[in-house]
């Protein structure tokens, strides 16, 4: 039971906090997470990690030199918000590029993804290493499904150590997909846990028995077992880790063994002494192994064992030393204190540099988006009812938690004088930090690439327009990875795209074009009745839906349609600037406008 706390709601951040005050020497707290406090050379890639808070030392007990160079820190058990990754990133990068590592989790995949498209098209290079060494969560074959436990450190160990040596991003990510394909990991739990103020654990186990094969979250395993006796145990998960080895395994491995929460030290060495034993009669050689808490689930009682098999450039990079709270291997000389900018300079200053009529075509782009919320609150119940078929209904809610969030952060960019890209990016931010849901995350990604897109100009063409859609469409395929037919809104969005694209490259103006694309998607989410589901929330009740229009297309549909009847209005209406912006017209410059 977690019982220290004031308010529950509060437990992630203030707890992030003390960690910080006990721990000055080698972290600083940043909007979202921690970074190291300490100088990091110029031109070092930086290892980012992060994930949902309740599993130290994972995430920020790893931060210092020759591991990670930043942690972002979600709430508890829950992703980061892809703003707070970003902000790590960008505080935590020392010049070499970013290299985002962490288990995978669907809400930690979108949010870390998007944080990426935005610290690419800002010019810090970044790539992602997803962890996947948890054997009870996906067959063999579909080994990119599995999701990350323990084999967590082993990935970041490594990729932090090449990070330390003055390797570049590409070799840093070579070697943190290779220690992950040869990282395996299988858990064990007796007994659920408790988040701060829940009145229950979030999964039992019963009486007298092991769960196997379960999360660091309590998700499903794969079989219940009497209580076993301690050789069992050892004799169990080495067996099952032994069977599903890599190919070009080797003879020397890593061995971890992680206790999740509330087993003993002395009970996770009396373990580890028997899976010792095992692996040595099994010809293998154990190099450098750990035994002890290193990624837990708060006070779950359970642990797991992990194998990373050692060729020699991994056992190099795994003997290396580190330096951080949780994990300190050989020595490192000590490391000067750094000084950290403050957390919002660019963002201001950006804003403060914006002219008149950037500054105008900012509000212009808020205003589009006010009529986004419009069509949201007019819309909720309908899309929440429509979710409800075979989701779970909280579409229209969704929806407009994050309309509303984007909306008051626009118009907040707008009193400070912001620009059009700046006024996108915040709104995007807030919209998938405040929707929740996985349609939150990916609308939220789309704005924030649209205002990338479009950046903080004084002027805007038709073409300007085109490549606005283009990025809005390419976000949402990127992260969410669903194709044509998968029953999502991206059965709306790419008959959109490309009815617009269509339209503008024949000469039409952006209004036109607008109007006929908004046609074409709400022609396509009404289609979207005869699909089933192969995709999201929705997928196991693929029967239900089947008759009814996805949510997310339909809502897709309605907002480009409000927006093109807007545009095609303000274009009626001559304004003083009458340049249109966020869904970004032009001055008459080309054919098509
Ligand atoms: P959640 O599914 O998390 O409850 P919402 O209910 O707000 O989120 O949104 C559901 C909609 O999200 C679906 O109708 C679908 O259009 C969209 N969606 C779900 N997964 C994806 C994906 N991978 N790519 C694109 N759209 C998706
Ligand atoms: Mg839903």
Redesign the pocket.
């Known amino acids: 039971m977690t019982q220290i706390f004031d308010n529950p709601a509060d437990f992630a951040d203030e707890a992030l906090d003390g960690f910080v005050a006990a721990n000055r020497g080698y972290v600083a707290r940043v909007d979202g997470g921690v970074v190291r406090s300490t100088e990091v050379p110029a031109g070092q890639v930086a290892l980012v990690i992060g994930g949902g808070s309740g599993h130290y030392p994972a995430f920020a007990g790893l931060v210092g030199p020759g591991l990670a160079a930043g942690s972002a820190c979600g709430n508890m058990f829950a992703s980061p918000a892809a703003g707070q990754v970003y902000r790590v990133a960008r505080a935590a990068s020392a010049g070499g590029g970013v290299l985002l590592s962490y288990g995978n989790y669907a809400g930690d995949v979108l949010h870390f993804g998007q944080a990426q498209l935005r610290l690419n098209a800002e010019g810090i290079e970044t790539r992602t290493v997803l962890v996947t060494d948890d054997i009870a969560s996906a067959p063999p074959e579909q080994i990119e499904k599995r999701r990350g436990i323990a084999g967590d450190l082993t990935v970041f160990k490594v990729a932090g150590a090449a990070a330390e040596a003055g390797l570049g991003l590409d070799e840093v990510e070579r070697l943190a997909i290779k220690t992950n394909h040869r990282t395996r990991s299988l858990g064990v739990a007796f007994g659920g846990c408790t988040l701060p103020g829940a009145d229950a654990p979030l999964f039992t186990v019963p009486e007298g028995q092991m769960s196997l094969g379960l999360g660091i979250h309590g998700e499903p395993g794969i079989s219940e077992h009497p209580m076993p006796t301690a050789s069992e145990l050892a004799g169990l998960l080495v067996s099952r880790l032994l069977a599903d080895k890599p190919e070009d395994a080797g003879t020397r491995v890593v061995a971890i063994v992680n206790g999740l929460g509330t087993v003993k030290y002395d009970e996770l060495f009396l373990l580890f002494g028997k899976i010792e034993t095992l692996l040595t009669a099994a010809g293998l050689t154990v190099v450098e192994p750990e035994c002890g808490e290193l990624v837990t689930s708060l006070d779950m009682s359970g642990l797991s064992l992990t194998l990373l098999w050692l060729d020699g450039e991994l056992e190099q990079y795994w003997a290396a030393p580190a330096d951080t709270p949780a994990f300190r291997k050989g020595n490192l000389a000590p490391r000067a204190r750094r000084e950290l900018a403050a957390a919002d300079e660019t963002a201001a200053e950006e804003a403060e540099h914006a002219t008149t009529a950037a500054a105008d075509l900012g509000r212009q782009a808020a205003a589009v988006l006010t009529r986004v919320r419009d069509v949201v609150v007019e819309h909720e119940e309908e899309l929440g009812n429509l979710?409800a078929i075979a989701?779970?209904g909280?579409?229209g809610i969704?929806?407009r938690r994050g309309v509303d969030a984007a909306v008051a952060a626009a118009e907040q960019a707008v009193a400070a004088g912001a620009s059009v890209g700046r006024v996108l990016t915040a709104a995007g931010e807030a919209w998938s930090e405040r929707?929740g849901?996985?349609?939150?995350a990916?609308w939220g990604s789309a704005v924030i690439a649209a205002g990338l897109a479009l950046g903080n100009r004084d002027s805007y063409s038709g073409g300007d327009a085109a490549a606005a859609v283009t990025a809005f469409v390419g976000a949402?395929t990127e992260l969410?990875?669903?194709e044509l037919g998968d029953k999502?809104?991206?059965d709306a969005l790419l008959p959109f795209r490309d009815a617009f694209l269509t339209a503008f490259g024949a000469g039409m103006p952006v209004a036109a074009s607008l109007a006929a694309a908004a046609e074409a998607a709400t022609a396509a989410a009404d289609g979207t009745s005869g699909l089933r589901p192969l995709?999201?929330?929705?997928r196991p009740l693929a029967e239900k839906s089947l008759g009814h229009p996805?949510?997310?297309?339909v809502s897709f549909a309605l907002i480009s349609e409000r927006i093109a009847r807007h545009h095609a209005s303000v274009r009626a209406t001559p304004e003083p600037a009458a340049s249109d912006t966020a869904s970004g017209a032009g001055n008459g410059v080309r054919k098509n406008d």
């Open positions: 979710d989701g779970d909280d579409h969704g929806m929707a849901g996985t349609s939150g990916l949402i969410g990875k669903a999502t809104m991206v995709k999201g929330r929705a996805d949510p997310g297309a």
